[in-house]
């Protein structure tokens, strides 16, 4: 059953980011609803900073990450795991 497993854990990832991507866009869709605008509120997180990390003389490199999450994503983050539960 090691192929069910694989399935399983694709099946996770696919909804995890389907409800993340999900809940941005409509997250971001909500600001204008004064009654719903309370679900696009939340944070940045992140490293990197503004300046690059590696400068050469021919170019200049920039490493960093920033996570921007609201609390619609959330919601769906926890009612996908909740649904994965349920279809597996």
Known sequence: ???SRFF???L???FI???VII?????????GVEFLKWLSFGGEFGFGGDG???SFA????WFGFTLKINVLQ???ITAAMFIYRKVR
């Open 1 to 3: 059953m090691k192929g």
């Open 8 to 10: 399983d854990t694709v």
């Open 12 to 14: 996770l990832i696919f």
């Open 17 to 19: 980011l389907a409800a």
């Open 23 to 31: 809940g941005a866009l409509v997250g971001e869709a909500l600001k």
């Open 52 to 54: 690059p990390l590696l």
């Open 58 to 61: 021919i170019f200049k490199l």
């Open 74 to 76: 959330i919601i769906l």
